[in-house]
């Protein structure tokens, strides 16, 4: 389950990541010379720390606390 909080961070870790990760890759951004720049090089930089840290946050959740899950996925197929 995506919580607020877990979003927050991925944010949070995809900005700090990314911007270091485009410093190493791209470092022509960072100088606004945008020559050979691909775009979707540096949004990817960004999605994928955003992505694996949502995901790593949700199974921690789901980790810590099962039977809320189990309850969740248990009202959602009764209904």
Same mark, same amino acid.
């Given at each position: 389950?995506?919580?607020? &909080?877990?979003?927050? !961070?991925?944010? !949070?870790?995809?900005?700090?990541?990314?911007?270091?990760?485009?410093?190493?890759?791209?470092?022509?951004?960072?100088?606004?010379?945008?020559?050979?720049?691909?775009?979707?090089? &540096?949004?990817?930089?960004?999605?994928?720390?955003?992505?694996?840290?949502?995901?790593?946050?949700?199974?921690?959740? !789901?980790?810590?606390?099962?039977?809320?899950?189990?309850?969740?996925?248990?009202?959602?197929?009764? !209904?």
């Amino acid at each position: 389950m995506i919580t607020e &909080v877990s979003l927050k !961070r991925a944010i !949070r870790v995809a900005v700090i990541v990314g911007v270091i990760l485009n410093l190493i890759n791209n470092p022509q951004l960072f100088s606004l010379s945008l020559t050979g720049l691909y775009i979707y090089k &540096v949004l990817l930089t960004f999605l994928v720390p955003f992505c694996v840290s949502l995901y790593s946050s949700i199974l921690a959740n !789901r980790a810590k606390c099962p039977e809320q899950i189990t309850e969740q996925t248990t009202k959602k197929t009764i !209904r």
